[in-house]
């Protein structure tokens, strides 16, 4: 079955500090990664892409990960700051089909 | 400009009655999407359009009738609303054929049934 699973559910940081989101899925053939951040009240937008053959990408203080053997990702946020308190995402795309497959989110909450 | 709208943005009203959700992309994509955002957070994909065509109907109620009078738009129809239809709905928009297939999304329509 093709699934994603992001931990934490939910992470309550300071503003400064760093964070690591976590993305395992088994979604079979695999074609890419995406992490997308979701803001209160709007709908997602993407950070990141990632195919088989990338391993890591960074967008600005974002950098994400891709373990393609453990079907591992993390999405690594630099020196958070008040506007990175979001929902983060994971959607892993099949090979062949319209439709990806959406992790539930990590909720993210940096405190000044 | 806007790339992906959906009006209206909050929609309050009561069991039993028929509403509707537009949505309208001027980003030139061919595949138009409707998703159920639930008290959780979690998306939930519940139909796609390619070119005017259904391709993906996951199991929803049929009171749920996505219509599309043009690659542009897609709306989507709520007939005889329950409790359990209170989401937010989100509209989405992406190119077949481009490269990794980035999924654009609406603003979101919250939809409360009383």
């Known amino acids: 079955k093709n699934q994603v699973e992001q931990s934490p559910q939910s992470l309550i940081i300071l503003e400064g500090k760093n964070c690591t989101l976590q993305c395992n899925y088994t979604v079979s053939p695999f074609s890419n990664l995406r992490w997308y951040k979701q803001d209160t009240g709007r709908g997602p937008v993407s950070l990141t892409i990632?195919?088989?053959?990338?391993n890591t990408k960074s967008n600005g203080r974002y950098t994400a990960t891709l373990d393609a053997d453990t079907k591992q990702s993390s999405l690594h946020i630099t020196a958070s700051q008040l506007s990175d308190s979001a929902s983060y995402i994971c959607?892993?795309?099949?090979?062949?089909?319209?439709?990806?497959?959406f992790g539930r989110g990590t909720s993210l909450i940096v405190h000044p | 400009d806007t790339a992906v709208s959906q009006t209206p943005k909050y929609l309050v009203t009561q069991m039993g009655n028929d509403k509707s959700i537009k949505c309208e992309q001027n980003l030139g994509h061919d595949t138009m999407y409707w998703y159920k955002q639930d008290s959780k957070k979690f998306l939930k994909i519940m139909f796609s359009?390619?070119?005017?065509?259904?391709?993906i109907n996951e199991t929803v109620p049929n009171r749920f009738s996505p219509k599309s009078p043009d690659k542009a738009h897609l709306n989507l129809h709520i007939n005889s609303l329950e409790l359990g239809d209170s989401a937010v709905y989100f509209c989405a928009s992406s190119l077949q054929g481009a490269t990794y297939n980035e999924q654009f999304f609406g603003p979101g329509t919250r939809l409360t049934v009383l």
């Open positions: 359009y390619n070119n005017k065509e259904l391709i």
């Open positions: 990632m195919t088989f053959s990338e």
């Open positions: 959607v892993v795309s099949r090979g062949g089909s319209y439709i990806p497959t």
